[in-house]
């Protein structure tokens, strides 16, 4: 029995289409409760009420984190939204861990004088707890040379200047 050929076209059809099938699966690797766990839990410790999953900010993050990957660079999109962007590399990463990154900073935060104590970064946690935000999406990308970037918006935006991002009750 003679073996049959694969033409080399059908090959190259479905070369592509597997190359389109993993960077949908790539970029479908975490779900919406992945990030939105970690942002309401930390907001559930201060009292403010969880953020709804936003599709239209997915979409948006995702394409800026791919943006990003391109020249792994972590530079914001200066949109309409509040912006969180983490970039880092873990042998076994998680989308919670780049949550978990920004809630870590709430030890630098200074409550009575709404501030970062010393020279610490705390912005990234005060917007994830920003009381008036409702809304987030994020996206993930992976850089050539392997670093993660996880990007988050918000809507509305947080850390505006002269406001503290929740109310503590008396």
Known sequence: ??????????????LAIGVCILRSSLAQE????????????????????????????AVYSQQWAEDGARDCSLRHSHGPYG??????SARRFAAS????????????????????????????YTQVVWADTKRVGCGHAKCPNGVDIVVCNYDPSGNVRGQWPYAISA
Do not use: F
Request: aromatic residues 10%; hydrophobic residues 35%; contains cysteine.
């Open 83 to 88: 912006e969180n962007i983490y970039g880092g």
């Open 30 to 57: 975490y779900s919406p409760d992945d990030y939105l766990d970690p942002h309401n839990a930390a907001r559930e410790e201060v009292g403010v009420e969880p953020l709804t999953w936003d599709d239209d900010l």
């Open 1 to 14: 029995m003679a073996a049959s050929r694969v033409p080399p076209a059908v090959t190259v059809l479905a």
């Open 97 to 124: 861990h780049a949550v978990k990154m920004w809630v870590d900073e709430k030890q630098y935060y200074d409550y009575a004088s709404n501030s970062c104590i010393g020279e610490q970064v705390c912005r990234h």
